[in-house]
């Protein structure tokens, strides 16, 4: 059965799509730590993220740099935050996370944002990864 990660990579659930690749997707986490909270996957089904082969997890990781990039130049802040915690949902994932402050980190601290705002980052996101 497939996780939801791998449903939304497939287009079969919506999501605020901010990248894509042959092998990786990024979007919003509808669950965020700060605005512009982004999921960077996979779109192979892997569990663990130590489980993926090394040439799959050096892409996953040079995808995710590219996207960080992007997500800093939409989303002004002091650095990307970076998480990979993986306790959620069983598909390998990082956290970009837009921060000023180490606490900016803190998971148990979620927000909510109105759609139309997340859409608007989203695209903002994609499209300084489309300048890359």
Avoid at 40 to 55: A, G, L, M, T
Avoid at 57 to 75: N, S
């Amino acid at each position: 059965m497939a996780t939801i990660f791998s449903k939304i990579a497939a287009g079969e659930i919506p999501s605020y799509k901010c990248a894509e690749s042959e092998h990786y997707y990024a979007f919003l986490d509808i669950n965020p730590l700060a605005f512009g909270h982004t999921l960077v996957i996979p779109k192979q089904e892997v569990n663990y993220i130590f489980d993926i082969n090394d040439e799959q997890y050096a892409g996953l990781w040079a995808f995710a740099k590219k996207v960080a990039t992007a997500l800093k130049a939409a989303v002004p802040c002091r650095r990307i935050g970076v998480a990979v915690i993986g306790l959620e949902v069983p598909h390998a994932h990082i956290h970009l996370v837009p921060i000023n402050k180490e606490r900016d980190m803190d998971f148990s601290n979620k927000k909510e944002f109105p759609a139309e705002e997340m859409q608007a980052v989203a695209t903002r996101i994609l499209e300084e990864f489309e300048k890359l």
